[in-house]
Every structure is written in C-alpha cells, then in structure tokens.
C-alpha cells in the first residue's frame, strides 16, 4: 500500500476525504508536521511505496526524499478555494454559523485590500482547528469534477491511473 506524506493534518483530512467521496479504498496519510519532516518520515518508512502532496513553497524539501510529490499552489487552501469559488466557500462557512465571523476578519485594517481568497485563508488559518475543520468541509463540497489538478492527480496515482 502506498503512503502518502503532507505537511499537515489539513492535508490529511483533505485527502482522505476526497478518496471517501471517490468511492477508493481510503489511504494511508501521514501528516508529517511540516516539510521538513519528510526526511525523518522517509526514514522510519523505508522500504514503503511513497508520495507526497506539499505546497508550492515547500516543494524541495519532499523532492530531496521523495520521487513522486504533487504540489498545491500556493497551498491546499488556495487550491481548494479557486475550485470552489468563493461565493461557494463562503456558504460553506454561513452553514457552520459563522459567516459573521469572516465578515469581522474582512472589516479588520489588515485585511481590506487583501483579495477574498487571502481573507478567506486566513480565516481558516486563524482559528484553532479551523484548518482541518474546514479543509474537511470544503473537500466535501467541492464538485468532483473541480477537484484541483494536484489532488486529482495524486488520488489517480494511488488508483493507478496517472493522469
């Protein structure tokens, strides 16, 4: 069985449940904590079938280790964000009851002049647990067909069809 390294817990649950919706046997994800982790991961899992999904930024640290790694650019937020549109983001987060919320963030002096998918990063970002909280949710509610290129390609990798 393939495993496949992201950085994060947001990652993980992203991945995992877009393979739930895809009907696919559910993989085995390891959030490694971070890119500079996946040397240490590569390391205690020698001899394991591995891949990667890392944002843009982060790229190089999973290529030093790994051969296959699929990258979100920026990152998965973003990607998952220009999938959706952010009038569909945005009724995901008015269906959690905190629209409101986001609103206040967008008001605040740092963040007017920002684009919506910055605000909308943040918000995520801002909260504790609010990443994973709603990279589940927007994995949820993005279209099948308007799965982002890295994770379609990621989770045909682990079907074996490469695309």
């Known amino acids: 069985m393939t495993i496949v390294l992201?950085?994060?817990?947001?990652?993980?649950?992203?991945?995992?449940?877009?393979?739930?919706?895809?009907?696919?046997?559910?993989?085995?994800?390891?959030?490694?904590?971070?890119?500079?982790?996946?040397?240490?991961?590569?390391?205690?899992?020698?001899?394991?079938?591995?891949?990667?999904?890392?944002?843009?930024?982060?790229?190089?640290?999973?290529?030093?280790v790994l051969d296959t790694v699929f990258v979100n650019d920026p990152d998965l937020e973003f990607e998952l964000i220009r999938a959706l549109g952010v009038d569909a983001v945005e009724a995901v987060i008015a269906e959690q009851g905190e629209l409101d919320s986001f609103r206040r963030l967008q008001g605040q002096p740092a963040q007017r002049g920002r684009a919506q998918e910055?605000?909308?990063?943040?918000?995520?970002?801002?909260?504790?647990?609010?990443?994973?909280?709603?990279?589940?949710?927007?994995?949820?509610?993005?279209?099948?067909?308007r799965i982002p290129a890295s994770l379609r390609a990621l989770l045909a990798e682990l079907t074996g069809e490469r695309s």
């Open 118 to 145: 910055q605000q909308l990063a943040r918000f995520f970002g801002g909260r504790s647990g609010n990443k994973v909280r709603y990279a589940r949710l927007l994995a949820e509610a993005v279209p099948l067909d």
């Open 6 to 64: 992201v950085e994060g817990d947001s990652d993980a649950v992203a991945v995992t449940a877009l393979a739930g919706r895809l009907g696919m046997p559910l993989p085995r994800v390891l959030a490694v904590g971070g890119s500079k982790g996946a040397r240490r991961a590569v390391g205690q899992l020698a001899g394991q079938r591995l891949v990667g999904m890392v944002d843009a930024a982060e790229r190089r640290d999973f290529e030093l």
